[in-house]
Each structure stands twice: as C-alpha cells, then as structure tokens.
C-alpha cells in the first residue's frame, strides 16, 4: 500500500490525522529516535522530517535511526532538492503554490525527481500554500515569497483549486514553523469545502483546543512540530484533541 493510500485511510477511520514534525536540527539522532517512539505509543498517525535550513550535517543518518525506531510512515518534508533518501518511506513533491518563485514550481523539482526515481521513493503532490502569520517566517524569508493574507480566503481558495486541477495529492497550509498565528478556523473550512483533496494545516499550532478545531473546522491532518520538541509529555493531549473532532 503507498504512503498516500495509508494517509486516506487514516483520515476516513479517524476523521483527522495526526502528523508530528520531527526537525534534524533541533534534537540529535539519538534524541529524535527517543522522541518518535513516545509519539507513536502517544497516537501520532505518521511523521514528517525535514528542515528549511538544514544545517546539521546527519539528514540520512537520523532517518535511518527513525525508521528503525517506529513503523510508523515517515515522509520526508524537503526544504530543497538535496532533501532526498531512500531511508523515507515517501517525500512531498512541494511546489510552493502561493508565491512567483519559479525555482520552487519547477526547478528543484527537475533536479529532484531522477534521484526520486533512481531511489524508488514515493513522491506524494503537494500544493505547498504559506498564509501570513503575524511575523516574516524562516520559510516565507528562505522562499523569497509573500504569503497569502490571512482574511483572503478566496485567494487561498482559488490557489488550492488550481494546485487540485494542477493535479496535487494534497494541499498544505502552512503558517510558518513558529508562526506567532496559526492559519485561521475560516480559511480552513473554506478551504477544506472548496477542494476534494485532502488538506494539511500548521504552523504555530501551540495549544490543544486550538488543534482540536482545526480539526473540527475540516482540516484532514494537523501538523505540530515546535510546541512538542518542547513539551513532548503533550502529544497524547494533541492526538485525543486532533482525533476527537
Ligand atoms: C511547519 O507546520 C509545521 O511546517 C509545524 O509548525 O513547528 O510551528 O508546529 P510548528
């Protein structure tokens, strides 16, 4: 079964999935493998690894400690064309739908897909959609592209439906690792409403009512990274919130 199917199936048994960020440059291997077994005796559904930056120099090393540690799906989250291992059960194929780089609609994309192909990973579509968040984000900074304003939802709409006939598997709203605000409950529903395709939210997701309505206002998965790397007793609460929608 690919990684995608196992995504859907998650989302049609539990309404809303549940997928933790895990960031090589913020916790060791070792710690990293620590901390994902925790997450899955805690009801995490799948993780994804990756980094804007990527400054440490242990990407496939720490993949390959992860998977050993959970049979969980483990989907690389690629902050550039060199984010690539065959240790990964699948990557998201991200075109950063919202901005006019055309370096990230097509670019790292030509010089990533051979090596996909060569390492017979799983490359899943993403329609990849920054929302503004209060302050600039490292991935709106590192992009070089403008989010979409928070109270547009039409715009935020109209790009999702187009990376849908464009033919993405998923779209993701993101409002910036850190983000002082996560994405709005209104844009979510919209977006949720408007597309047939499954929608990813995060960003700046700190607190469990608030992941629980992101899953109530029709989000398929929610995605948390920062909030857990420092609570990490938390993501039993998140997973009870995320899949009690
Ligand atoms: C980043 O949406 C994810 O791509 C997670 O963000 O670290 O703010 O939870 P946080």
């Known amino acids: ?20 960020l895990l960031d090589p440059d913020r916790k060791s291997p070792e710690a990293l493998a620590e901390y994902v077994q925790q997450c899955e005796k805690a009801g995490v559904d799948a993780f994804l690894f990756g980094s804007s930056l990527m400054i440490a120099n242990h990407f496939e090393a720490t993949l390959k ?12 989250f690629p902050g550039s064309s060199s984010m690539v291992s065959e240790y990964a059960d699948a990557i998201l ?14 670019d790292e994309h030509v010089k990533s897909a051979p090596i996909i192909k060569m390492m017979n990973l799983e490359a899943i579509p993403t ?22 304003p928070r109270n547009k939802s039409d715009i935020a709409c109209a790009h999702a439906l187009a990376g849908q006939y464009l033919g993405m598997k998923l779209i993701y709203l993101e409002a910036g690792s850190g983000a002082e605000k996560p994405v ?29 309505e992101v899953a109530r206002a029709g989000a398929s998965y929610v995605i948390i990274g920062n909030a857990l790397e420092n609570s990490p007793d938390m993501v039993g609460k998140f997973a009870r919130a995320v899949h009690q929608r």
């Open 184 to 212: 709005p409950l209104d844009m979510i529903t919209k977006v949720s409403e408007y597309v047939d395709i499954p929608v990813i939210v995060g960003g700046g997701i700190t607190d469990v009512q608030y992941a629980g």
């Open 127 to 148: 329609a990849y959609m920054l929302i503004e968040s209060g302050v600039l984000t490292s991935v709106s900074y590192m992009s070089n592209t403008l989010p979409i």
């Open 93 to 106: 194929f991200l075109s950063l739908i919202s901005g006019r780089n055309p370096n990230l609609l097509i």
């Open 65 to 76: 400690t992860i998977k050993q540690a959970t049979d969980k799906p483990v989907i690389i």
């Open 1 to 20: 079964m690919t990684v995608y199917q196992k995504l859907l199936d998650i989302r049609e048994q539990k309404g809303c999935g549940f997928l933790v």
